[in-house]
């Protein structure tokens, strides 16, 4: 069975500090992993995926998240923080249905990142 | 234009009640899906249709059913609601052929949300 493990249901960082969000991740095959991140009472939006090439993988906002597999990780990281970031992030990974028509996307429980001034 | 879209976006109900929530997406995705997060954000499926055929149902209540008319739609009919079922229910939808690998694979690139439906029952 795959899953996914998020590290610290909650992180803090001053505005301009580095974004460090842990992600590690149980998979008998080579995951398809992702990033999403949900902003107060909205929905879902994708950041940046995982699936196959460059393990460094760049996506939407300055996010970036590299996949180790020897670590068996998937960080989110930010440079420098904005008050903008502030939200709920969330790891997933992605198995495929065994049927070949469906997939499931199981969920760590999610970090909420507070940016302080 | 909305990809995936979801009505509505509140909904108070009284305990008992039956409700339903509907889901509508244009992005020609053949498989669409119900996902519940509940009081402590954690997020998790609950139903996944592919061409109007059920392949995922995990371990839901029979009062959950979903319904879906044609490949773009996908509703949730809830019936005599409990207190336990207030939660938000996302809708999304991907793109098949689901292989994570290979050539043709493109279920790798992940789903698309809806917005949400905040359900509350007191």
């Known amino acids: 069975a795959q899953s996914v493990t998020q590290l610290g249901s909650h992180v803090s960082v001053s505005e301009g500090a580095l974004v460090l969000l842990r992600c590690n991740y149980s998979s008998s095959v080579p995951p398809y992993l992702f990033w999403y991140v949900q902003y107060p009472n909205q929905g879902l939006q994708l950041l940046l995926k995982y699936t196959t090439g460059a393990t460094l993988v760049k996506g939407i906002n300055g996010f970036e998240a590299e996949f180790k597999k020897s670590e068996t990780s998937f960080h989110l990281t930010k440079p420098s923080a904005h008050m903008s970031d502030a939200a709920e992030y969330f790891c997933a990974v992605l198995r495929l249905h065994y049927t070949g028509t469906a997939s499931k996307l199981t969920f760590g429980t999610g970090t909420r990142l507070q940016v302080t001034l | 234009d909305t990809a995936v879209s979801q009505t509505p976006k509140y909904l108070v109900t009284q305990m008992g009640n039956d409700k339903s929530i509907k889901c509508e997406q244009n992005?020609?995705?053949?498989?669409m899906y119900w996902y519940k997060q509940d009081s402590k954000k954690f997020l998790k499926i609950m139903f996944s249709y592919n061409n109007k055929e059920l392949i995922i149902n995990e371990t839901v209540p029979n009062r959950f059913s979903p319904k879906s008319p044609d490949k773009a739609h996908l509703n949730l009919h809830i019936n005599s609601l409990e207190l336990g079922d207030s939660a938000v229910y996302f809708c999304a939808s991907s793109q098949g052929p689901h292989l994570t690998r290979g050539e043709g694979a493109r279920t790798r690139y992940g789903y698309t949300f809806g917005s949400g439906t905040r359900l509350t029952v007191v």
């Open positions: 992005l020609g995705h053949d498989t």
